[in-house]
């Protein structure tokens, strides 16, 4: 063998040699990266990631195995770099949910649309592998679009800053409590000196501010559970009772907290710490973030806590419990109306205004948790909660608010931009404490009143001002007999409500938000009041002429409510009649006048309807009334069978005879159907020969008489007359017989009581004019068939024989 060759096997001996050992030593840091990950450490996790990465940085499962541990330990710009690299490699396939969490990445440094466009495309194309995270990525659609619109609407004049290095560290700061003046926080950066943990795990503890810069550690208190965390302080309004939580290690992150309370005496020497009820303190849950405070509205003490124990919406919630003068500790209730399926952490309740104030990722927000407000009635009904929006929300977590007493000042727990990072080098954690200094809220109310139907300034009126996050509290009233204007002052923050009222008037009601400090100088509302009836104006007229009908009785019926007496109303010298009516109510108008033939009409009012209705009613003079006035004839009748177009009969002679016919019209008309159908179908003749052939006669004398009258007085008509056929016979038949049928009808004219219109007739007072209609004018479907019984007993057929005065002029 030669040297080259034994050169050449040595080498690969030992480049394989190398590549083994490099293969060993990277699953043994993936090995400890994946302990630390479980393990919640994501600090190292972190590290050993980035490790494997130096060997291959194109190593799609170190790359999310990075992006993870980087999301988890709170890197979001390094992990938005790494899921960017995901989104992009050729096997991102295998990672559907990097698309996602890219929309969180981008969320977190405030890029809404960048945030939106990758949500939307993880939906896209992923949308249907986690339903979980498909409805939140929906839900922060939403989110990010609300947000969007709401980066130019900070809250005036509020000023927010950090609370600098004499308060913040490089580990959490959190928690703010304030019992007597003094200020006190919590922070996580005590050693635990009792673990061997590595890296060595901190503890947080509790501390008081007692200027702007100097810090003093509870020592005495610090170290009642060595090995253990204390925290999230909370005083009772009296100063008298502290409720604290007790925290230990579950991992590397994760805590299981109990909730404690201690007595403080009046020479403000803490006692010994005792353990709350197991009812409250559920076994293998935490239970953490208490709040005591006494309820303005039922003169109970109430706390507000966070846990995940079972009968919640999901993850943690807030729950809370009344504690009685004896303390005893009621069951805890999940708090429903404020709780969503995401977490909702860090309750505070602000006595002063009656709110509540907390933090969510459930509800649309700027980004992580953000703060809300909700306020409760007086039977603890909550509103829907509100974001306080900037800047007391960014797009990072925003938690732990707390008031000072004096309403101007303020405190968050937050890891926006310009909190310290525990980790610089990939720009980590932490919560750093803020300060919030809140302008006066002094807001002008301006209230407008008007006529919700003229839209008119409406003076008069009464107002009330009702403060709804003081129930308890009266309202202001005011009210102005000269102006529609109420001037109110009013605080920021709270929810009113208006009620404008008047005489003669329904009431009219808003309910508003105050806004947020500096966010109005004035708020203008107007409210509507409507009148409580709805006026009407009834205007009568002359169907002829169309001209005015003064001196109508117009009477108004209310067909809903029988017991009420018509109103009924004459005006001699107008055709206006105004009246008052009810909302949901029926009403008939009756309108009568002497020489005239009533008018009636029947409407409603609806229940919303309000204003002025107009109604127009036509009367027809009395002898216009009748029109038209029907005739009815026999078959073939008068003079059946002949061409002729005159006849000596008069009308009243053809009604002689053919009226005595209504059994056999009756009869055989009933034949031609089934037996219960026969005898509806007897009925509608019967009905015919009584309302339209006999009442067509009385109705003719009663026309007669009256233009007997009116020919007396002077006056001077002409009558149009109309004959119909049925089609029994051929078009040129029933031409002479429609000429015949008017005949009679004029007969009738002149016969007229021994002729008392002749004279009119002879001296053209009276002219009687005819249109004389045949077959053409007859209706299709009606039968030509003499074998036909219905051509002659029908229905159809009868009303068909038929002359009509069908018009008047005079």
């Not at 969503?340 to 700027?366: C, K, M, V, W």
């Not at 980004?367 to 909700?374: E, K, L, T, V, W």
């Not at 101007?408 to 310290?420: D, E, H, I, M, V």
């Not at 005879?657 to 009925?683: C, H, I, V, W």
Request: proline share 4%; aromatic share 12%; net charge neutral.
């Amino acid at each position: 063998m030669t040297h080259r060759i034994l050169f050449t096997i040595i080498i690969f001996s030992l480049a394989h040699i190398g590549l083994r050992a490099q293969t060993a030593s990277r699953k043994s840091v993936q090995a400890v990266g994946d302990k630390s990950f479980a393990s919640k450490n994501y600090y190292d996790a972190l590290s050993k990631y980035q490790e494997l990465l130096e060997f291959d940085p194109k190593n799609i499962e170190y790359l999310y195995k990075a992006s993870e541990a980087a999301r988890l330990h709170g890197a979001y710009t390094l992990a938005a770099g790494y899921l960017d690299s995901i989104w992009v490699h050729e096997k991102s396939s295998q990672y559907p949910r990097t698309g996602f969490y890219r929309g969180q990445m981008a969320q977190a440094r405030c890029d809404y649309q960048a945030a939106i466009a990758a949500y939307k495309s993880f939906l896209s194309e992923y949308g249907d592998v986690d339903t979980f995270l498909s409805s939140l990525a929906a839900k922060e659609i939403d989110a990010c679009e609300w947000a969007d619109t709401q980066m130019d609407k900070s809250a005036k004049g509020v000023s927010i800053q950090n609370m600098g290095s004499g308060v913040n560290t490089n580990y959490s700061e959190f928690a703010p409590a304030v019992r007597f003046q003094k200020f006190y926080f919590s922070s996580n950066r005590f050693e635990n000196k009792l673990n061997e943990f590595i890296p060595k795990r901190t503890l947080s503890g509790a501390l008081e501010l007692k200027n702007d810069s100097a810090v003093v550690e509870l020592n005495e208190f610090n170290v009642l559970f060595p090995g253990k965390s204390l925290g999230n302080l909370s005083f009772s309004a009296s100063g008298e009772k502290l409720v604290f939580t007790v925290c230990e290690d579950v991992n590397d992150y994760d805590k299981r907290c109990e909730l404690y309370f201690l007595k403080i005496d009046s020479q403000g020497v803490w006692g010994s710490p005792a353990r709350l009820p197991e009812h409250i303190n559920m076994s293998g849950f935490t239970h953490t973030q208490p709040c005591l405070v006494m309820d303005p509205v039922t003169g109970l003490e109430r706390m507000f806590f966070v846990s995940d124990r079972p009968g919640g919406k999901g993850g943690l919630d807030i729950w809370y419990l009344s504690i009685s003068d004896e303390e005893i500790w009621s069951e805890p209730i999940n708090l429903t109306s404020i709780n969503t399926a995401q977490d909702e952490i860090t309750p505070y309740f602000h006595g002063h205004s009656n709110t509540l104030y907390f933090s969510s990722r459930g509800y649309l927000g700027l980004g992580g948790f953000d703060i809300y407000s909700s306020t409760p009635n007086s039977r603890f009904i909550w509103s829907t909660p509100v974001n306080l929006g900037a800047p007391f929300n960014s797009c990072l977590d925003d938690l732990y608010f707390m008031k000072a007493g004096d309403n101007k000042t303020a405190y968050l727990s937050s890891n926006r931009t310009g909190s310290k990072f525990l980790d610089d080098a990939n720009q980590a954690c932490c919560l750093d404490l803020y300060k919030l200094n809140i302008p006066p809220c002094d807001i002008k109310l301006k209230v407008l009143v008007f006529d919700a139907a003229t839209r008119q300034e409406l003076n008069g009126a009464t107002v009330y001002l009702y403060n709804l996050k003081d129930p308890d509290s009266a309202p202001i009233e005011i009210t102005n007999l000269n102006t529609n204007l109420f001037d109110f002052p009013i605080n920021c923050e709270k929810e009113y409500m208006i009620v404008a009222s008047r005489p003669e008037y329904l009431p009219d009601t808003v309910r508003f938000m105050s806004g947020k400090p500096g966010e109005f100088e004035e708020i203008i509302k107007k409210l509507y009041l409507t009148p409580k009836n709805v006026s009407l104006d009834v205007l009568t007229f002359d169907r002829q002429s169309g001209l005015d009908l003064n001196g109508t009785t117009v009477s108004l019926i209310d067909l809903t409510d029988s017991t009420r007496v018509p109103v009924v109303i004459t005006n001699l010298n107008t055709n206006l009649s105004q009246f008052k009516l009810d909302r949901c109510h029926k009403y008939k108008l009756v309108a009568e006048k002497e020489d005239y033939a009533p008018a009636t009409m029947e409407f409603e009012i609806g229940c919303q309807e309000f204003g002025k209705l107009t109604k127009n009613l036509f009367l027809d003079r009395i002898l216009y009334s009748f029109l038209p006035l029907a005739l009815f004839y026999d078959n073939d009748r008068p003079n059946p069978r002949t061409m002729d177009t005159i006849t000596k009969l008069s009308y009243s002679a053809t009604f002689e005879s053919y009226y005595p016919r209504k059994a056999e019209f009756m009869n055989k008309f009933g034949r031609l159907f089934p037996t219960g159908q026969g005898d509806s179908m007897r009925f509608r003749v019967n009905r015919f020969f009584e309302d339209s052939v006999r009442g067509g006669h009385e109705r003719l004398q009663k026309f007669l008489s009256i233009l007997e009258e009116e020919l007396a007085s002077g006056k001077k008509y002409e009558i149009f007359l109309k004959g119909y056929a049925s089609p029994l016979a051929s078009n040129h038949y029933n031409y002479h017989l429609s000429q015949r049928r008017i005949e009679s009808v004029k007969n009738e004219f002149y016969r007229y009581k021994n002729g008392a219109l002749k004279k009119f007739i002879s001296s053209g007072l009276l002219k009687i004019s005819e249109k004389p209609f045949g077959e053409e004018a007859a209706p299709s479907g009606i039968s030509d068939d003499l074998k036909d019984p219905k051509s002659i007993y029908g229905l159809r057929a009868s009303r068909e024989r038929r002359v009509e005065i069908i018009e008047i002029k005079e």
